[in-house]
């Protein structure tokens, strides 16, 4: 089973920027959709970003539209980025990443595996 392994939070004033890095234990390139949620205090998880197997195509929650950009490494086979900009104070939580071997689901009670998360705290 894939593990997860985020970084890159830390706290920051709102509309600052941060990027958030995701390695995984094992290639995702080809062989993962892949998927980042968050989730706030007293919140249940949440579905931010993710993208197909093939990488072809991204997805986006409505609150990351416009603000949030996923990538995938073009040289590290096993890592994913989320570029956060124009942070907002409503952003802050713990954000995880997380994969799938056929799809991007928006339910995280349809993944298995997750990252210990990375705190996003987001000061107004």
């Known amino acids: 089973q894939a593990q997860f392994l985020e970084s890159g939070g830390d706290l920051v004033q709102a509309g600052g920027s941060l990027r958030l890095s995701c390695v995984a234990s094992?290639?995702?390139?080809?062989?993962?959709?892949m998927a980042w949620f968050r989730q706030a205090p007293g919140s249940d998880r949440e579905f931010v970003a993710g993208?197909?197997?093939?990488?072809?195509?991204?997805?986006y929650a409505d609150s990351a539209k416009g603000r949030f950009t996923l990538s995938r490494d073009s040289t590290h086979f096993n890592t994913m980025y989320l570029q956060m900009n124009n942070l907002k104070p409503e952003d802050t939580a713990v954000y995880y990443c997380?994969?799938?071997?056929?799809?991007?689901?928006?339910?995280?009670?349809?993944?298995?595996?997750w990252g210990p998360g990375t705190q996003v705290a987001v000061s107004s």
């Open positions: 997380t994969a799938d071997r056929y799809d991007v689901k928006r339910d995280p009670s349809e993944y298995t595996s």
């Open positions: 094992v290639r995702i390139t080809g062989n993962y959709a």
């Open positions: 993208v197909s197997r093939d990488g072809s195509t991204t997805f």
